[in-house]
Nanobody
Framework: QLQPVESGGGLVQPGGSMRLSCAAS????????VGWFHQAPGKKREMVSC????????SYDDSVKGRFTISRDNAASTVSLQMNSLKPEDTGIYYC????????????WGQGTQVTVSS
């Protein structure tokens, strides 16, 4: 059973940067589209970015466009989310998830990593 595993969360000041990584146990991410989801306190989980299995198709939510960059290394079975110009509203738990395609259903969720943007 493929299990995504996130790393890289923590505390950062507004305007700062942070890089999240998603790896996998029990399999490889190389065959899956991978989405990053954000769940702010008291709100529902929403996709902020997604990358196809080949890396050729990438999408971003308007709230992060121009600030976040998703990338993948299929040889290493990792997907990264570079987050720049962070805002307090970016605070929350970030989950990576494996999907068959970016517009499809999530096959496997990671456990999440906390990102806090605060001075």
């Amino acid at each position: 059973q493929l299990q995504p595993v996130e790393s890289g969360g923590g505390l950062v000041q507004p305007g700062g940067s942070m890089r999240l990584s998603c790896a996998a146990s029990g399999g490889t991410l190389a065959y899956y589209a991978v989405g990053w989801f954000h769940q702010a306190p008291g709100k529902k989980r929403e996709m902020v970015s997604c990358i196809s299995s080949s890396g050729g198709d990438i999408s971003y939510d308007d709230s992060v466009k121009g600030r976040f960059t998703i990338s993948r290394d299929n040889a290493a079975s990792t997907v990264s989310l570079q987050m720049n110009s962070l805002k307090p509203e970016d605070t929350g738990i970030y989950y990576c998830a494996a999907l068959l395609v970016c517009l499809g259903h999530v096959q496997n969720w990671g456990q999440g990593t906390q990102v806090t943007v605060s001075s």
